[in-house]
């Protein structure tokens, strides 16, 4: 694996500047595949790694970048809990690791640094020295995984009966003896304008 420095480099280019997002989405990130024991993510091990993040926020592009995972090849799953956490899933061998920022290295940062008066700034240095136990919660957990979950999956196209649009991944709702899509079915983040 590349040095966190390395990695930091990559997060920054990826996300688009360089954060105290980025310093612990990198640390924790490198901290899950430590715990799985998969130390070549983005080579001989880019097939074992299925990732769940838990926000849309800068810690989301670094575990990325650090993990090779993707929404696009199906495995990074975005999960919308609006906190600083991943779970790694070692896909060969079934275990799963939760790794979650603690609240609490916010405050231990400005005690290790109150010279700096940059929240972020303060927050960036802290988070690289910090010991993974002040920054991390680590729990060991099981991570249910049907089928139509994992990448390279070639499930059935369904259409909705609703709208005619085609539904991937056993995504459609049945309700009432028909098929529909999520949106259809009530569960729209959009709605339309006529």
């Known amino acids: 694996m590349k040095s966190f420095d390395e990695l930091l480099r990559d997060a920054e280019v990826a996300h688009g500047h360089l954060c105290a997002g980025q310093v612990l989405g990198v640390r924790l990130a490198m901290r899950g595949l430590e715990l799985l024991g998969i130390d070549d993510p983005h080579g001989k091990d880019r097939k074992r790694l299925i990732t769940f993040v838990e926000i849309d926020r800068c810690a989301t592009d670094a575990v990325a970048v650090v993990t090779g ?10 999960r919308d809990w609006g906190k600083v956490a991943a779970t790694f899933v070692d896909i060969e061998s079934g275990r799963a690791v939760r790794v979650c920022a603690r609240e ?5 940062a400005r005690q290790m640094h109150p010279e700096i008066e940059n929240k972020n700034q303060q ?5 690289r020295e910090m010991p993974n136990d002040d920054l991390f919660t680590e729990q060991w957990v099981k991570v249910a995984l049907p089928p139509e979950e994992m ?14 649009e085609g539904i991937n991944f056993q995504r459609e709702v049945r309700r ?6 999520r949106g259809c079915a009530g569960e729209r983040y959009y709605e339309a304008i006529l």
Do not use: T
Request: glycine share 16%; proline share 2%.
């Open 176 to 181: 009432d003896g028909r098929i529909l899509c």
């Open 123 to 127: 927050q960036m240095l802290a988070y």
């Open 69 to 78: 995972c993707r929404l696009g090849k199906r495995a990074l799953k975005f």
């Open 104 to 108: 609490s290295s916010k405050a231990l």
């Open 151 to 164: 990448p390279g999956y070639k499930g059935e196209r369904i259409v909705c009966g609703e709208c005619g």
